[in-house]
C-alpha cells in the first residue's frame, strides 16, 4: 500500500544583513544612500552577478543612470559609489574591470526599472521606449507610434486625466478600445488600495506602454508595414460576430422573466461555446478572448439588474443598453476570477509559419454551415447539439514592394513581389495554465508547431498548488508514493438566530499517480477556428486548476468573497471542537481530470439549524443560497454511518458526470417506469450541478450533508 507523504508550505525568507567591518567612528570617504555603504567590503560582496545581491534592496531616491527612483535627481558614477583602483585593490577584491563590470550590470538593471510616478519619470519612460511626448499648455501629448495617442494631464507629479485614443478603434470603432483603455491606464498612474500617493509605481503603466509600442513596431515600414493592430482587429471583429450570434440562440431559449437573462446569455457562451471577446482587462489593454469564469451563475447584487418587462424592439434596446456592463468588474472581490487569451502578435519567419492575415471575414456573415446529410461532422454536430460553423480562409496579406533606389535593387531579395510578412499571431494564456504534458503537447501539434524542449520534471502539485516548493517528481516521489496535500479551512456558521461560529475542515488531497504536466503560457495560431476548437480541452483544466486551488493552495489571507452559501448543515463534529475531514483524491491523466471526495456522514438526528460558507474565501450571501435550494428533490441515507463518497469526471467545457455516489438513490437496474429512471438520473446530476453551482468542495460537502438527512 503507497505511504502518504506530507507536503507543507514552509518557505523561509532569509534577509540579507548589511554591515561593515570598520568602526562606527572611522569616517568613510565612499558616497552612501540611507543606511547603504557602497565602499564597504560587506556591501562589495554582495554585487555578484547581474545585481542579484540587490534582491530586497530599496534605492531610496536615488537616480540611477538618468532614471528618477524617487525623486532625486542625481546620477551615480562609479566614483559617486567611493569605488576606485585603490579601495578595490585594498579590500583584496576582485579587480577594477571586474569590479566595473558587475557595477555597471547592476546600474543597467536598474535602469530599467521606470521609478515612482511623476512628470520626471514618465518622460524617462517615454525617453527609453523611443517616444517624444510633446509638451501642451496643461497636459502632455504621448504618440505612440502612428496608431495611439495618449494625452496626460498633471496637476504637479499627480496624474488628474488620461485621454487614449486611437490603437484598434482605428481599424474597428466599435471595439471601444480608447474608452476603456482611458480607464486603465488611469488606474496604472493612480496608488493601488491601501498605497499611500508618494509610493505610487510606474510598473503596470510602463507594462500596457511598452506593449503598444512593440505592436506598433512590428507593424512598421522596416518590418513591412503590415499593421498589427488591423491584423488582431480583424480577428476580433470576427470572433465579434460568432459571439453575438449565439448570445442570441442563448436568450432564445430563454424566458423574458428571467433574472440577469444578459449576463446569464453572456456567461454560457463565454463557459461552453465559443468565448466573449473583449477589449482591455483589469489592468491590461490589448484585445481578448475570454473562456472560463469561476462560478458564473453567481451574479453579485450589487450589479445585478432584473431585465425590463416591455415587449419587442424597445424592450431589446432597454435591456442591452442596462446590461452593458460587466457585473465581475465592478466586484473587487475575487468570485468570478476570469481566464482570457490575450490576442497578440510575434516576430516569425513566413517560411516556417503562417502568417498573419488582414481580414474582417475569418467566418462567414451567415456563421453556420447549412446542414448537409453527406457530411460525418455534420451529423456529430447534430447529435452533440452544436453549430457547423462556416469559417472563412482569408487571402494571404503580401507586403508593398518597396521604392526602387538604385542600380543594386535587382539584387535586393527584399524588393521582390509577393513577400509575406514575418510575422505571426499568437495567443497568450492570462492565467497561464497546468495541463498533463500529454495535453500540452496535443495543443501545440494542433496548430501546427512542435512544444518547446523542455526536460525539467514538472507536476500538477508543485506548479498549481505548490509552486514555492521543489517540486515531488525532483524530489523523486512523483509515483512512488500517494502524495497527500493537506489543508485547514475555516468555515463561518450561523444559526436560525443570527449568531456566528467558526467550524474548521482539515481538508487531505490525495495523489496516487503523479502526471507530469506543464504551464501553458502562449501558443500560435494561424487562424481563429484553432482557438475556438481548443476552448473546451482549456475548461477542463481551468475548472480543474480553480477549484483545487481555492481548497489547497497556499496565499496570503484575501478579502471575504462572495461564494455560495450552502444550506443548513448538522456539524455534529463542529459542535464537539473536532475538525470535520474531507479526502480528496484526484487523478489528473487524460482525456479527463477525476475527483473522488470522501466525507463523514452525518447522524440523521441532528436538526437542521445553521447555514455555513467557507472561510478565508467566502461570504454568505442569502440569495446565492437559493442557487443550491431545490437541487434535490429526495434523497436517501444509504447507511447511518457510512462516509458519503462521490466520484466525478471533468469533460470537455468542464461539464461535470458522476460515475459513482452514494449520497442519493440512483436508478434501479431493470427499472421500467421511464418516469421515475429519469428522476432518479436527474438527482445524480443535480449532485454534478452544486459543485459546479458552488465552486468550492467545502461548500459542496456541506451541501452534501444536509441533503442526505434533509428528509
Not at 173 to 184: D, L, N, P
Not at 352 to 368: G, K, M, N, V
Not at 451 to 470: I, K, Y
Not at 615 to 629: G, H, K
Amino acid at each position: 500500500m503507497a505511504t502518504p507523504t506530507p507536503s507543507s508550505n514552509t518557505a523561509q525568507k532569509h534577509l540579507p544583513v548589511f554591515s561593515s567591518p570598520a568602526p562606527r567612528g572611522t569616517p568613510h570617504t565612499g558616497a552612501t544612500t540611507g543606511m547603504m555603504n557602497y565602499d564597504s567590503p560587506a556591501m562589495l560582496n554582495m554585487l555578484s552577478e547581474g545585481g542579484g545581491g540587490l534582491g530586497g534592496v530599496n534605492m531610496g531616491g536615488v537616480n540611477m543612470g538618468g532614471v528618477n527612483m524617487g525623486g532625486v535627481n542625481m546620477d551615480i558614477s562609479l566614483s559617486q559609489l567611493g569605488i576606485t583602483s585603490a579601495s578595490a585593490s585594498a579590500m583584496g577584491r576582485a579587480d577594477d574591470a571586474e569590479r566595473t563590470r558587475r557595477l555597471h550590470n547592476i546600474i543597467d538593471t536598474l535602469k530599467q526599472k521606470p521609478g515612482r510616478v511623476s512628470v520626471e519619470n514618465v518622460l524617462a519612460l517615454c525617453t527609453r521606449l523611443g517616444i517624444e511626448p510633446h509638451k501642451e499648455p496643461h497636459s502632455y501629448l504621448v504618440p505612440i507610434g502612428e496608431s495611439n495617442l495618449l494625452e496626460i494631464f498633471f496637476q504637479g507629479d499627480e496624474v488628474e486625466k488620461v485621454d487614449l485614443q486611437g490603437g484598434f478603434d482605428n481599424h474597428n470603432e466599435s471595439i471601444g478600445f480608447g474608452a476603456s483603455g482611458t480607464k486603465i491606464i488611469y488606474r496604472n498612474l493612480q496608488p493601488l488600495p491601501g498605497q499611500s500617493k508618494i509610493n505610487a509605481t510606474l510598473e503596470r503603466f510602463a507594462h500596457n506602454l511598452e506593449k503598444l509600442v512593440t505592436l506598433d513596431k512590428l507593424g512598421s515600414p522596416k518590418n513591412g508595414g503590415v499593421s498589427c493592430y488591423e491584423a488582431i482587429a480583424g480577428v476580433y471583429t470576427s470572433l465579434q460576430k460568432l459571439f453575438e450570434h449565439e448570445k442570441k440562440m442563448a436568450l432564445a431559449v430563454m424566458d423574458e422573466d428571467t433574472p440577469n437573462r444578459f449576463h446569464r446569455a453572456e456567461r454560457e457562451v463565454l463557459c461552453k461555446k465559443s468565448g466573449r471577446p473583449r477589449p482591455n482587462i483589469g489592468d491590461r489593454l490589448g484585445l481578448n478572448l475570454e473562456y472560463w469564469m469561476d462560478r458564473r451563475h453567481i451574479i453579485p447584487k450589487s450589479r445585478a439588474k432584473a431585465t425590463s418587462s416591455e415587449k419587442g424592439k424597445e424592450k431589446m434596446d432597454i435591456d442591452t443598453q442596462e446590461q452593458s456592463g460587466y457585473p465581475e468588474d465592478d466586484d473587487d472581490l475575487p468570485t468570478n476570477t476570469v481566464y482570457s487569451l490575450a490576442l497578440e502578435c510575434e516576430h516569425s519567419p513566413s517560411t516556417l509559419y503562417t502568417p498573419i492575415r488582414i481580414s474582417d471575414d475569418w467566418i462567414s456573415d451567415t456563421i453556420e454551415k447549412p446542414v448537409d446529410a453527406n457530411d460525418a461532422n455534420a451529423l456529430d454536430n447534430i447529435i452533440l447539439n452544436t453549430l457547423s460553423l462556416d469559417w472563412q480562409e482569408p487571402k494571404p496579406t503580401f507586403l508593398e514592394p518597396p521604392a526602387p533606389s538604385g542600380d543594386d535593387d535587382a539584387m535586393n531579395l527584399d524588393a521582390d513581389p509577393g513577400r509575406l510578412p514575418n510575422l505571426r499571431f499568437i495567443a497568450k494564456f492570462n492565467p497561464p495554465l497546468v495541463v498533463p504534458i500529454t495535453t500540452y503537447i496535443s495543443l501545440h501539434q494542433s496548430v501546427g508547431v512542435e512544444p518547446p524542449q523542455d526536460f525539467t520534471a514538472t507536476t500538477f502539485v508543485g506548479l498549481a498548488l505548490r509552486p514555492n516548493e521543489l517540486d515531488p517528481a525532483i524530489t523523486g516521489t512523483a509515483g512512488a508514493t500517494t502524495h497527500e496535500i493537506r489543508s485547514t479551512r475555516a468555515t463561518l456558521v450561523r444559526d436560525l438566530d443570527g449568531n456566528e461560529k467558526d467550524i474548521t475542515h482539515n481538508l487531505s488531497l490525495y495523489v496516487p499517480k503523479m502526471e507530469y504536466s506543464r504551464r501553458l503560457e502562449s501558443l500560435p495560431f494561424a487562424h481563429p477556428k484553432q482557438l475556438v476548437e481548443m476552448l473546451p480541452i482549456l475548461r477542463q483544466y481551468a475548472f480543474t486548476t480553480s477549484l483545487l486551488q481555492t481548497s489547497f493552495l497556499e496565499t496570503e489571507p484575501k478579502k471575504l468573497a462572495e461564494l455560495p452559501t450552502p444550506p443548513s448543515t448538522p456539524d455534529a463534529d463542529a459542535e464537539d471542537g473536532v475538525p470535520l475531514q474531507f479526502d480528496v483524491n484526484l487523478s489528473y491523466t487524460p482525456p479527463a481530470p477525476r475527483f473522488t471526495i470522501h466525507i463523514p456522514h452525518p447522524s440523521s438526528s441532528f436538526p437542521s439549524n445553521t447555514q455555513t460558507s467557507t472561510r478565508p474565501d467566502a461570504a454568505t450571501p442569502a440569495s446565492i443560497s437559493e442557487l443550491l435550494s431545490g437541487l434535490l428533490s429526495d434523497s436517501n441515507n444509504t447507511g447511518p454511518h457510512a462516509p458519503l463518497s462521490v466520484t466525478l469526471d471533468v469533460h470537455a467545457n468542464a461539464e461535470l458526470v458522476v460515475s459513482e455516489q452514494n449520497v442519493v438513490e440512483g436508478a434501479r437496474p431493470g427499472e421500467e417506469d421511464l418516469e421515475k429512471a429519469q428522476q432518479a438520473a436527474d438527482r445524480v446530476k443535480r449532485v454534478a450541478q452544486a459543485l459546479e453551482v458552488s465552486g468550492d468542495l467545502g461548500v459542496w460537502g456541506e451541501w452534501l450533508r444536509r441533503e442526505v438527512v434533509r428528509q
